[in-house]
C-alpha cells in the first residue's frame, strides 16, 4: 500500500478558515474514495465541534490523551480516541486538555515530535492524515510540522501580511532544516475571496508576494455563508450545498491536494523509500 501523506493546515492567523478548510478537504478526498484521517491539533476544538462533537470539554478521550500515553510510553493500541464521522473518515478530536500537554512538553525529551510519535503509530491504513493547527507558532504547530509531509496554508484575500507570511515560511524552514527533512510547502491558498477582494489583481499580487518562494494553488475560496454554516450544519459543503461556488472551489482544491501527493509518492518511490 502507498504511504500516507501527512498534510498541516497552518497559519498563525486565527480565522482564516483553516478547520473549514481541513473539514472540507477531509470529506472531499474520502468522497474521491480516499482513506481520511483528520486530526484536531487546536485546544479550542473547533474542528471537533464542527464534526458534530458540539461539546469538546466533556469528551473523556481526546488527542491530549493519546499524546500524553506517547509520552509516557504507555499507548493504547486499540486508539478510543479515532472516531468515525458519517461522510466515511476518521478523526480525533480535541479539548483543552491539549494546552495542558502543550504546557507539559517543555519538559520532554524530543518534545517536538510526539505528536510524529502519534502520527507514525495511526496512520498505516489512511492515505492521508490532515492536522488542523491553533492559530499560532508555538509548540502544537511545531509538532504538527515535525510530523509532516507537506504544508498547505490558507491566506485570507484581503489579508495579504507579507510578514506573517515569512514569519510561517520560517518557521517551516526552521523545522525542515532541524526535524523534518522530508516537509514541504504544498502550496498557499485563497481563502474568503469576494467581489471586492477576489479581483484578479489580488490574486496575481498573492502571485508576485509569495509566488516566487511558494506554490500558490488554483483553488480561490469564496466567502459566502454557506461556508460559515457548515460548522453548525455538520455537514461538509458537498452536503451542504454540493452545486455552489464554494463547494466547486473546494473540488478543485481537492483534486489539488491528490496531485500534490501523487506527485511525493511517486517521488518517494524513485527514491525507493
Ligand atoms: P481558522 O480555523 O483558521 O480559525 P475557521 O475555519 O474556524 O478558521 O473559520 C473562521 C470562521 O469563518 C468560522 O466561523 C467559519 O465558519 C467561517 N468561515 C470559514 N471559511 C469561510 C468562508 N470561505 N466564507 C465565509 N465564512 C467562512
Ligand atoms: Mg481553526
Do not use: W
Not at 19 to 37: E, F, P, R
Not at 41 to 66: C, E, F, I, S, Y
Not at 159 to 172: I, P, R
Amino acid at each position: 500500500m502507498a504511504k500516507p501523506k501527512v498534510i498541516a493546515v497552518a497559519n498563525q492567523k486565527g480565522g482564516v478558515g483553516k478547520s473549514t478548510s481541513v473539514y472540507n478537504i477531509g470529506a472531499g478526498l474520502a468522497m474521491n474514495g480516499k482513506n481520511i484521517l483528520l486530526i484536531d491539533v487546536d485546544p479550542q476544538g473547533d474542528l471537533t465541534k464542527m464534526l458534530g462533537q458540539r461539546k469538546p470539554h466533556d469528551l473523556p478521550v481526546t488527542l491530549g490523551n493519546a499524546l500524553n500515553d506517547v509520552v509516557a510510553d504507555t499507548e493504547n493500541s486499540s486508539h478510543p480516541e479515532i472516531l468515525r464521522h458519517h461522510e466515511g473518515f476518521d478523526f480525533v478530536p480535541a479539548n483543552r486538555t491539549l494546552s495542558a500537554v502543550e504546557v507539559s512538553l517543555v519538559n520532554v525529551m524530543s518534545r517536538e515530535t510526539v505528536l510524529r510519535r502519534y502520527v507514525n503509530s495511526v496512520k498505516k491504513p489512511y492515505d492521508y492524515v490532515l492536522l488542523d493547527c491553533n492559530p499560532s507558532l508555538g509548540m502544537l504547530v511545531i509538532n504538527a510540522l515535525s510530523a509532516s509531509d507537506y504544508v498547505l496554508i490558507p491566506v485570507q484575500a484581503d489579508y495579504l501580511a507579507a510578514e506573517d507570511m515569512t514569519e510561517l515560511v520560517g518557521t517551516v524552514q526552521n523545522v525542515k532544516k532541524g526535524i523534518n527533512h522530508n516537509l514541504k510547502i504544498g502550496g498557499v491558498f485563497l481563502t474568503m475571496a469576494n467581489e471586492t477582494n477576489f479581483r484578479k489583481e489580488v490574486v496575481s499580487a498573492v502571485k508576485e508576494n509569495f509566488g516566487k518562494h511558494l506554490p500558490v494553488l488554483q483553488a480561490v475560496i469564496p466567502a459566502t455563508v454557506r461556508l460559515a454554516e457548515i460548522s453548525t450544519a455538520d455537514k461538509s459543503i458537498f452536503r451542504h450545498e454540493p452545486r455552489g461556488k464554494a463547494a466547486e472551489a473546494y473540488r478543485t482544491l481537492v483534486q489539488e491536494v491528490i496531485e500534490i501527493g501523487e506527485k511525493q509518492r511517486s517521488r518517494s518511490a524513485d527514491l525507493g523509500r
